[in-house]
């Protein structure tokens, strides 16, 4: 059976027309692209800030951790002083003999040692040590700038020691000097050299440059302390000056660190 020519004529434009609607979608895309080009360039900044901050924040957080990671016993020694002495209200649990009550010339049964019952510290002192020599003897106790005074001989007695060290490093002095920033005008420190205890009282605190060795050429009769400023880091030095208990000046009023962070 045959179609009439009209009936296939509009057969044919019912199809056009469908085909019509069909592309009308397509065109109306191209058309709005057209006259809204996507902005590829600003997509890219975009995503290359996104990768850029997520970045920069997992570094920031795994530094973090690292940072406090290595040097978690001396942070764990400032919490506690900060618990035991602010919250508790009480004396820092430190293992220091009882040198107070001991008279300047009294002979002491102690060896070779700094104390500083503030802030817990007992440990030996190694008299007599070149400058390029103290990095390898530091975990044997706390060290004697050789060059500076010994007690009882005029000039600057100069100690130094870890306030952090890392933990595969085997030593019992590793956070010596963790606390020393929380010494005060007048606190109390003792040395023992020879049997004879030697009294000094912290009268100012400061953070120097690493390169800063002018500081061990002084001649003013006073004890020195020195350690790594922040703790964990060489990036400073943190040092506390102490005088001699007879020939100590009015501490100063205002014992506080200098904002060089």
Same mark, same amino acid.
């Given at each position: 059976m045959y179609m009439q020519e009209d009936e296939i004529e509009k %057969?044919? *434009?019912?199809?056009?027309?469908?085909?019509r609607q069909e592309q009308e979608p397509t065109i109306k895309s191209a058309s709005s692209t057209a006259h809204h080009p996507i902005n590829h360039k600003k997509v890219r900044h975009r995503s290359f800030l996104k990768s850029?901050?997520?970045y920069l924040s997992v570094f920031i957080v795994l530094f973090l951790i690292s940072y406090f990671g290595l040097n978690s016993k001396s942070y764990y020694d400032k919490a506690k002083y900060s618990y035991d002495t602010g919250i508790k209200k009480q004396s820092y649990e430190g293992k220091v003999p009882a040198v107070a009550k001991k008279e300047e010339n009294e002979v002491v049964n102690l060896?070779?040692?700094?104390? %500083?019952? *503030?802030?817990?510290?007992?440990?030996?002192?190694?008299?007599?040590i070149n400058f390029d020599d103290i990095n390898s003897r530091l975990n044997e106790g706390?060290?004697?700038?050789?060059g500076t005074a010994l007690p009882g001989q005029t000039g600057d007695i100069a100690l130094t020691g870890h306030s952090s060290a890392y933990p595969w490093q085997k030593t019992s002095f590793g956070q010596v000097f963790a606390l020393l920033d929380n010494l005060t005008p007048g606190d109390q420190i003792y040395i023992i050299y020879q049997k004879k205890k030697y009294l000094y009282t912290a009268s100012d605190k400061k953070i120097i440059s690493e390169n800063d060795i002018e500081i061990l050429n002084g001649q003013n009769s006073r004890l020195i302390l020195i350690t790594c400023w922040p703790v964990g880091t060489s990036l400073h030095r943190l040092v506390i000056f102490a005088n001699k208990m007879e020939q100590q000046n009015p501490p100063a009023k205002n014992l506080l660190l200098p904002?060089?962070?």
């Open positions: %057969i044919i *434009k019912e199809l056009e027309a469908k085909a850029f901050f997520f060896p070779d040692s700094i104390i %500083i019952p *503030k802030i817990g510290v007992n440990a030996p002192i190694i008299w007599q706390v060290i004697h700038f050789a904002n060089v962070f």
